[in-house]
């Protein structure tokens, strides 16, 4: 007879070839099942919060919707979802406050970033614009941005061209490209380093053409000057930023077609302006990465340090510790070399950052180790890639202090989440997955005020939802419903639905089907009920591998010990848990509230050559399991 215990869960689920590695160290911390649970900052197991419905949307859905956060100049949240028209959400309670016309014929390629009270928007095909509250209201505009960044793309021999300077009037002796209208006019002396002229070209025609003065030119011929011409980075022609992010108070833009590696840092504090200037450290930035093979830039992220994800490589934009970056001290360093998903934006905590390897199907750690201002990656769901679904979204949700959880939420495509709970000090690295109820596909997730929110959509029908997760919530969809004289509850968005959860004061009132958009249930008549859907709850333990010569054995489990939080009614191998057993309280004794105890089930199962416990829960109830313990007998095959 041998005992196994387990006290921790720190290690997530695990995938199927790893069920047999007991040689793995993390063995007996991790579960071959941890459905809809999380995992806590001590290594305990818990039921994941449910959802709360917020409200309906019922303008045509295209499928492709995305939700973000903006504010007001009063702080004030709201939520914006993106789909053929900005739809602006209040909060509380949830209200259609505004909708602004879109020139985004879908979301994809969209990047955005938030700034205060504005949302910059960027896409390749489009100049960059911003969501912004105005005082009064929320407006949508492109972004004026002035002067453009300037790049010289080599492809116009201006030094062929001789020039003649009067004011701010430039004469040449041919013309010049039509491409270079908001680019930049920059001369030089003829035998010293210092700029003696700059200026953002504002007109072109057959004759020359005409500058905004950012350096007062001297008049006169300026043939044997160095001058240089230098045409927008971005427009029309060369392809729009994709992109965005506020950093160090610059406003950042990035990969655009004609210069898929490149990297444009507006002017400190001045998020418009893009004039380089004679490269002050408040003037704008503009670098290429030159690396070959590093394929365009996929995604910009603010840890840390100013972190640059291409398709091959991620670097970093090395300065001094806790030195802002300048045009003289930008400069970038390769890290790693996995290539990211562009499917996914990075999020960081802290000094931590985490993104999606390019296949999708795995979750590094991109971690400053302040030693040569270096970076590691590290493969964090090595042992959970089946968790890993090529995501779509990631977002962050904070620990409210150092005694409380970290959660990233990765969104996959068939609408389910992978939860990565992680608290480096305690060695909690896990990932779990979330599905929710049959009837519910989640399209998008962003965390607003530090709250997830949750943009939905039922199968059996077109509304749009609205939810959140709530820590006293135990179902999904969940909301209290007008109980009329007659028990009907008029409950349209679940129509069609077989099995909607009811609740009163804590009383289960069981399953039910919504027909005719009706339950009815005389009991509840003139009440407030509480309606919802449940999710299926599962941990299963890893199997015990040990016992003498245990490759001939078969095992059966003799006794098993539960030792579990606030909960209620729960099955261990499939028998019910509805009571306290532990110093000689009686059994079947019925409670209304969770309870705090230790669950011992004798003979649990039967013979199997691999046996584990497998506790499970489809009722709206708590469950936080803290430890698991079982005796195993063994027996010859």
Known sequence: MAIVRQTSFKTGEIDALQYTRSDFPEYMTAAQSLKNMEITVTGTAQKRSG?????????????????????????NNYLVLISDKFYVYDLNPLTLKFIINSPYPSTEGLDWANDNDSLIFVHNNYPPARLYFNGIDFVFEILNIYPLPAYDFGDFDYTRITFNISEDRIKTSSPIPQSYLWGQFLAKGR???????????????????????????????????????????????????????????????????KLPSGIFGSKINRPVNFDVGTGKDSEAIIYCIGQE?????????????????????????????????????????????????????????????????????SILNFKYQGIGQSYLAQNVSMASQHLVKSPTKAVLLRGSDASQDNFIYFLNPDGSLTTFQYATEMGLAALTPVFFNENIRVLD???INNSVYLFAKYKNNSYGILEMYRDFVLMDSAAYVDVNSDGNMYIPYLDGVDKVQITFENQDFGLHACQDKIINIPALASKKAFVGLNFDVEL??????????????????????????????????????NYQFYDGIEKNTIFKEAQTGVAIIDYVGGWHKHKNLTITQKAPYNLHIISIAYQISYSKI
């Open 51 to 75: 959802t709360l419905l917020l409200g309906l949307i019922e303008n045509p859905l295209r499928g492709d919707e995305k939700i973000a956060q903006i504010r007001d100049r009063n702080n």
């Open 191 to 257: 035998s010293v380093e210092d700029l003696i002229g700059c200026g953002v070209i504002n007109s072109i025609d057959a004759y020359g053409f005409t500058v905004d003065m950012h350096i007062p030119f001297m008049n006169g011929d300026f043939s044997g000057s160095q001058v240089s011409l230098r045409e927008p980075a971005f427009s029309s022609l060369a392809g729009w930023p994709s992109k965005v992010i506020y950093y160090q108070n610059r406003l950042w833009f990035a990969s655009t077609a």
């Open 293 to 361: 093979d590093c394929g365009k830039i996929l995604w910009l992220n603010g840890g840390k340090q100013l972190e640059i994800y291409t398709e091959n490589y991620e670097f970093s934009c090395q300065q001094g510790q806790d030195q802002p970056l300048t045009p003289s001290t930008f400069n970038l360093k390769q890290q790693s070399s996995f290539g990211v998903s562009e499917k996914i934006k990075p999020v960081t905590y802290m000094n931590d950052s985490y993104f999606v390897a390019k296949k999708g199907n």
């Open 445 to 447: 997730i962003e965390t």
């Open 540 to 577: 299963k333990s890893m199997y015990y591998t040990g016992g003498p010569d245990s490759s001939p054995y078969k095992k059966f489990i003799t006794k098993a010990f539960v030792d579990y939080y606030k909960s209620f009614d729960f099955y261990v191998n499939g028998k019910l848990v």
